[in-house]
């Protein structure tokens, strides 16, 4: 079988980032331009600087990903792109750019959920890792439980009904006073308190919902009617109550599937907190944990690159009328 050359290209958000992918599995190259410096002034990514700012680090992104990979053009099989869930703008300069490779180079054009590509980030760290396993999603946009069933083939159990996990750690920090991005601010604060303070635990019964407006909204309340509150403790415990969610739905879900396999995935699964909880949690009930390396954690064109591969294997090949899609669903 002859190897395939996989270019990814990322730019959801606030990351310019383009990849080689081998095979499916093998990274040659992982290029990442974060603009996370540029809208920390802002405390939160402004979407018109986003794109803005894609439009001018794509092609130097890609001309760095084929030299570090050590190929030219003319290698690439295959060019995968992100067209959604993410920032309209951000992702048409994604989309544009691979559609007019796909077409100067005449190579097949892929495009990619970014929920998906957050999900293949797995496959990369774990070489033998392989569906079916349940993959709990959570970032700055998604928190989902999804059940992978194959490479393509997926059945949310569960999503939140308002803000995403991330979001709602970035909103806390915003509001006592942490730099963006906010969640590795909250969990450093959240290392010198206590969770001694009384916040909501929302849960649906009969659902795998999740729901994180409610302990954002008593954070915010709280911190604006005692200022003087310990702002490590109020970390501490929203950290805590906030992983407590996800972990309960996680085990239900679990139970459902009988599956134990569980991957984690998103920006959020970075957290040193979460994942030390869920590697308990996998130790206490025999249930085997995979998150990504950190680098693959964040929005990157590697993790891109490897769904790409496997919605072409299986056939998915998209038009040149491709278009982005920021509020697509998996």
Not at 43 to 66: C, D, F, Q, T
Not at 244 to 255: F, G, P
């Amino acid at each position: 079988m002859e190897d395939i050359i996989t270019l990814g290209i990322e730019t959801s958000c606030d990351e310019t980032s383009a990849a080689i992918i081998k095979n499916g599995r093998q990274v040659l190259s992982n290029v990442i331009n974060s603009q996370v410096p540029i809208h920390k002034r802002y405390g939160g990514v402004v979407p018109e600087i986003a794109s803005r700012n894609h439009v001018e680090a794509i092609s130097s992104v890609v001309k760095e990903a084929l030299e570090q990979a050590n190929i030219t053009f003319k290698d690439i099989d295959v060019v995968a792109c992100t067209y959604g869930p993410g920032l309209v703008g951000a992702l048409l300069v994604g989309v544009s750019y691979a559609k007019a490779l796909s077409y100067a180079l005449n190579k097949p054009l892929v495009g990619v959920n970014h929920i998906q590509g957050h999900i293949a980030a797995n496959y990369i760290t774990y070489e033998k890792l392989e569906p079916p396993f349940l993959c709990l999603i959570i970032s700055g946009g998604h928190t989902h439980l999804v059940h992978i069933k194959d490479y393509t083939e997926f059945e949310i159990l569960g999503k939140t009904r308002d803000d995403a996990i991330g979001e709602a750690f970035d909103k806390v920090a915003r509001v006592i006073g942490l730099e963006y991005p906010g969640g590795p601010k909250i969990d450093k604060l959240a290392k010198e308190g206590e969770p001694n303070i009384d916040l909501p635990h929302t849960h649906f019964e009969n659902s795998l919902d999740f729901s994180f407006s409610g302990i954002k909204t008593a954070v915010l309340n709280l911190n604006h009617k005692n200022p003087n509150l310990n702002k490590a403790d109020l970390c501490a415990s929203f950290e805590k109550v906030a992983t407590d969610m996800l972990e309960e739905n996680t085990i239900e879900a679990i139970k459902k599937l009988g599956i134990n396999k569980l991957a984690l995935a998103g920006g959020v699964s970075a957290s040193p907190y979460i994942r030390q909880r869920f590697k308990d949690l996998g130790e206490k009930n025999n249930i085997e944990i995979y998150y990504p390396d950190l680098v693959l954690c964040t929005d990157n064109a590697a993790m891109i690159g490897v769904a790409g591969y496997y919605n072409y294997i299986k056939g998915n090949v998209s038009e040149l009328t491709l278009n982005a899609e920021p509020n697509l669903k998996i």
